[in-house]
């Protein structure tokens, strides 16, 4: 694959055993990978790599992901890289919320495989 073709996907995910998961998985499929373990360091990352799709957890130390959304939709320039929210809140309110803040899918972590993640990214 052509280096200047490969994509790059975010990471936004606290919990090490998922962020590594997702990482590694993304990569053998021909993704460049840049994981964040915390909000503020994902907004800081987006800024400098300009990922072409964000995964991003919601419940994160320092900043959660739904600040994320907030600050990436006062950003001109960020405010339309793809957002698929991947998140073990289920409620309709948390899914209504991150939807209206920009956020393109929202998936559950526990009702979906990596395989199926995958499927759903194809860049």
């Given amino acids: ?3 200047k073709a490969k994509k ?3 990471v936004a ?3 090490k055993f998922y962020a590594n998961v997702y990482r590694r998985k993304l990569e053998l499929e021909g993704y460049n990978v840049v994981v964040a373990e915390n909000g503020e360091i994902a907004l800081k990352l987006i800024k400098v790599k ?4 964000i995964l991003l957890d919601l419940i994160m130390p320092v900043m959660d992901g739904f600040a994320v959304l907030k600050q990436l939709q006062k950003d001109q320039d960020l405010a339309n890289i793809k957002i698929i929210v991947l998140s073990n809140l289920g409620q309709d309110e948390d899914i ?3 939807k209206a803040l920009g956020a393109s899918e929202y ?3 526990s009702n ?3 395989n199926e993640l995958v ?3 194809k860049l």
């Fill in 50 to 53: 300009a990922p072409d799709l």
């Fill in 119 to 121: 499927d759903k990214i």
């Fill in 8 to 10: 790059t996907i975010l």
């Fill in 96 to 98: 209504e919320k991150a």
């Fill in 112 to 114: 979906l495989s990596i």
């Fill in 1 to 3: 694959m052509d280096i």
């Fill in 13 to 15: 995910e606290d919990d």
């Fill in 107 to 109: 998936i559950i972590k």
